[in-house]
């Protein structure tokens, strides 16, 4: 490249510094991208590229105006782009040789804070790792709000996992040799090497476990560095310590559908959805929070809980909250735009509006008894805050900070005179149409204003020859002529002077306050704190009047006793009344259930159902039963078998066996484990087999409550071996040929499955149905001989050596050589077929009988 103009120069000097991010570099009204930015930028913004320069210098360019910027500027983040913006440091009037530049902010992923970017009722996280040589440190900020969480976890690849799988996460920082380590896709990642606490952010964490010190003190760097103003909103780090949470992995998160139905992806149809009755942005987001991170420590979770009562025994006091918190906005992320120094008016006006809440919200709170009023107590009232907003700003200020009509009259002096100034214009300027009028005749004169020629008095072309001579004209339109006088212009230029300098009063005055309110920050989010958990309390509360949920108690002895217990989300997806409810009891003597019955009877609702109540009580809310005695779960694994788990569409058998390799290594006699339908992944016999090597190592050695549903008939002979193992059964029963389902889960094995009555029910064409029950008829007289409960017999011995079982096996099929037709029907798997593929099936099948018969 041969010379490059100056200001190019200054371009890759400062490019050179933000290698990894878009630069918008500021050319008067424009944001342009240069270079490979240029071309990149083009195609995923959808913009035309020119070139700047001439001949082989020219460089690739493309631009966006700056006042649509933003707009741009999030399509880019939400594709996981960085932005580094780029600004005029100095007036280009009065600047000598290239206007200064500078970057003012990096916008990345994770710590963009305004636009449609940010969702209300989600939090977007920013995380920063710094891996040890057994464990790693973890930080996890969300910059709108400035909350962050900190902790150490084992380096293994399960907790790698559960922090990099976190819902809402946008960005990873690291540092460069744990940048090439981490298995991340479709993630931006970041690096900062600085990975000690700025001295200044000191106060943010008070504890010194050294992977926490140097992650969290990345983060504050990167943050530092890329946001390049005040951070003083970040709130001091909250130490998460495990031992006082439920843990619960990605898998077990999804396969219940805690936040997400597993479907659609979507809220309504998740446990979140169906709590959801809070009242605030902010009361949204802290309920998500505590849905994913249960409790494990029975005096916080039975706080909760207590809260949860009194508002249900308070129905008249609750809609009064209610309604209170209805008016409050989300104080939270106004914090955050007040430290960010992106709020406006209208922004103050909200929090003022929050803060005038306070006091009734209190005062309700110490209505309701002790426990209600540690939360009351806890919310800082910030009254001279409100007293500062209420005065400062009018009730409906305009968006933009730079216009004039924010400040309340008489909140200072010089603004009002201004404002005298201009009113007193304004009223001149009506009496001027009314004196004019009597003075010249002229009934249709108008005093007006626009901005190219300021204010005038218009009169129509019919009555132009009644005009008196000292008038001036300033334009002539149509049917109307506009004038000017001395008088006019003089007391126009008197009220444009005194509306400029408002405009600059008042712009000064903001800043003032806005400085102001800063030195409330803390305070905001302390209020916001109580405010939103409060929130959440209610809402537990009005799901559980609405949905008749339970108190839930808590055992010491580890007993599990549920009683008309129901599936909260699955109940409220089939008609009122429809829900069979199951009972369920598990205690030291009797803590593995093995649950048979036909596909679609209802077994992993039934597990889920189990699962769902313990996270909701250990959350703090009621529970759907009639009555609910549980254990404390330390940990929850769900394990769906890779046949069932087609929803996510990508669980194979491997990734089923290495996750409850996980569950096996990690369960505590705490835990609850529900194993559904494992090793239904691979042939027959191995899944049999694995199943029960899993169930007789849990049932040895975890000795975890445990759930755990099979088609394996055989398993259920284990009962008799292992002795804390016991059978239930969904019972169906069959009526002239169809199946019914009745949901009940009973003591006792299932007396036979129904596959293909269920396979009825999905409308298969009637010759694959007919064809499939001579097949089973056929099958059961060949195959089931040995019985299934001495086969299981030989299965238990020879379990240690599979050698000799393969073999059998292979003399089995050799002995009745079965056609391959009859080989595929049989493993078919009639349940995920669509009529489609059953018709193409079976003229497949024609089509080689056809052929054979032929050839
Ligand atoms: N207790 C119940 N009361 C009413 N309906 C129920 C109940 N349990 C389950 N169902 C209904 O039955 C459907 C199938 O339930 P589920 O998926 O639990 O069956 P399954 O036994 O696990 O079947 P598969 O063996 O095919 O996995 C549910 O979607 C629900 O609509
Ligand atoms: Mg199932």
New binding site residues.
């Given amino acids: 490249m041969s010379k490059q103009t100056p200001m190019m120069q200054q371009y890759f000097r400062i490019k050179e510094e933000h290698e990894d991010a878009f630069l918008f570099f500021r050319l008067g009204d424009f944001y342009e991208l240069f270079y490979d930015d240029a071309v990149l930028a083009a195609r995923v913004l959808e913009i035309t590229l020119t070139k700047r320069g001439k001949g082989d210098d020219a460089a690739p360019m493309c631009g966006v105006p700056y006042h649509s910027a933003e707009s741009y500027i999030t399509r880019l983040v939400e594709q996981g782009y960085k932005i580094a913006i780029c600004e005029q440091t100095e007036d280009p009037a009065t600047a000598k040789g290239v206007v200064k530049r500078d970057v003012v902010r990096v916008i990345t992923p994770g710590t963009v804070m305004e636009g449609k970017a940010i969702q209300a009722e989600e939090n977007q996280y920013i995380l920063s790792l710094s891996i040890g040589i057994a464990q790693m440190g973890y930080a996890r900020t969300d910059l709108s709000t400035g909350e962050t969480e900190v902790g150490v976890t084992d380096r293994g690849d399960h907790e790698m996992h559960r922090l990099l799988h976190m819902d809402g996460l946008k960005e990873i920082v690291v540092d460069e040799a744990a940048g090439s380590l981490l298995p991340v896709v479709g993630m931006t990642m970041s690096i900062e090497m600085k990975e000690e606490i700025p001295s200044h952010m000191d106060h943010l964490y008070d504890g010194n476990e050294p992977l926490i010190r140097k992650a969290f003190g990345r983060l504050l760097n990167y943050l530092t560095h890329t946001q390049k103003r005040s951070l003083q909103h970040m709130q001091p780090a909250v130490t998460h310590i495990h031992q006082q949470h439920m843990q619960m992995d990605v898998h077990t998160r999804k396969n219940l559908e805690i936040i997400a139905s597993l479907r659609e992806r979507t809220k309504s149809g998740s446990l979140y959805g169906l709590l959801d009755f809070t009242k605030t942005a902010m009361g949204s987001r802290r309920l998500r929070k505590w849905i994913e991170q249960p409790l494990y420590n029975q005096s916080q979770i039975e706080a909760r809980i207590q809260m949860v009562s009194v508002f249900l025994d308070n129905p008249i006091e609750r809609r009064t909250l209610q309604e209170a918190l209805q008016h409050v906005y989300d104080l939270e992320r106004l914090a955050g735009k007040v430290a960010y120094g992106n709020v406006n008016a209208r922004e103050l006006v909200q929090l003022r509006k929050s803060l005038q809440q306070v006091p009734g919200i209190r005062a309700l709170l110490t209505e309701l008894g002790d426990a209600a009023n540690e939360y009351g107590k806890n919310i800082e009232e910030c009254a001279p805050l409100e007293v500062l907003l209420r005065e400062a700003f009018v009730d409906e200020p305009p968006i933009s900070i730079k216009e004039a009509g924010m400040i309340r009259a008489g909140y200072n002096e010089q603004l009002d005179t201004y404002r005298e100034a201009t009113e007193n214009g304004k009223t001149w300027l009506s009496d001027l149409e009314k004196t004019e009028r009597e003075r010249t005749g002229i009934k249709t004169l108008k005093v007006g204003y626009n901005r190219v020629f300021g204010f005038y008095l218009e009169v129509s072309k019919g009555s132009a020859h009644l005009v008196p001579e000292q008038y001036e004209r300033r334009q002539t339109l149509t049917n109307a002529e506009r004038f000017a006088t001395n008088e006019l212009k003089a007391m126009e230029s008197k009220i444009l002077n005194a509306e400029d300098q408002m405009e600059t009063l008042e712009y000064e005055l903001f800043l003032q306050i806005r400085e102001e309110v800063q030195t409330f920050i803390p305070n905001i989010q302390q209020a916001a704190k109580m405010i939103s958990e409060i929130d959440v309390l209610q809402s537990f509360s009005v799901a559980s009047e609405e949905k008749r949920f339970t108190k839930p108690l808590f055992s010491e002895s580890g007993e599990l006793r549920l009683e008309r217990s129901?599936?909260p989300v699955?109940?409220e997806?089939?008609p009122v009344g429809?829900?069979?409810?199951?009972d369920i009891h598990l205690d030291g003597e009797r803590d593995m259930l093995l649950?048979t019955?036909?596909?679609?009877?209802?077994?992993?609702?039934?597990?889920?159902?189990v699962a769902m109540i313990s996270v909701m009580a250990q959350i703090g809310c009621y529970v759907p039963a009639d009555l609910a005695v549980l254990p404390l779960f330390d940990r929850i694994f769900t394990r769906i078998g890779a046949a069932?788990d087609l929803a996510s569409g990508q669980s194979t058998f491997m990734v089923e066996m290495v996750e409850t390799e996980y569950a096996l290594q990690q369960a505590s006699a705490n835990s609850l484990v529900l194993l559904?339908?494992i090793g239904r992944g691979t042939s027959t016999y191995d899944g049999m087999a694995l199943a029960q090597a899993i169930i007789e190592y849990i049932h040895e050695k975890n000795r975890c409550k445990t759930l755990f549903?099979t088609?394996y008939h055989e398993l259920t002979i284990l009962e008799e071996q292992l002795g804390r193992l016991k059978n239930v059964h969904?019972r169906a029963e069959e009526e002239d040929g169809n199946v019914i389902?009745l949901?009940?889960?009973e003591d006792g094995k299932a007396d036979r499955s129904y596959g293909i009555h269920?396979a009825k029910l999905a409308n298969l064409p009637n010759q694959v149905i007919d064809r499939a029950e001579h097949l089973l008829q056929e099958l059961e007289q060949t195959e089931l001989k040995p019985t299934p409960e001495s086969k299981v017999h030989e299965q238990l011995v020879l379990f240690e050596e599979t050698e000799p079982e393969s073999t059998k096996k292979q003399d089995k099929a050799d002995q009745r050589s079965k056609s391959e037709i009859e080989q595929e029907v049989q493993h078919l798997d009639v349940?995920h077929l669509s009529p489609i593929q059953a018709l193409e099936k079976i003229y497949e099948w024609q089509r080689k009988i056809n052929d054979s018969e032929r050839g």
Wanted: charged share 25%; hydrophobic share 30%.
């Fill in positions: 129901r599936h699955v109940e997806t089939i429809d829900y069979v409810p199951n649950i019955g036909p596909n679609m009877a209802g077994k992993s609702t039934y597990m889920r159902q069932d559904d339908e549903s088609h969904v389902f949901h009940k889960v269920v349940l």
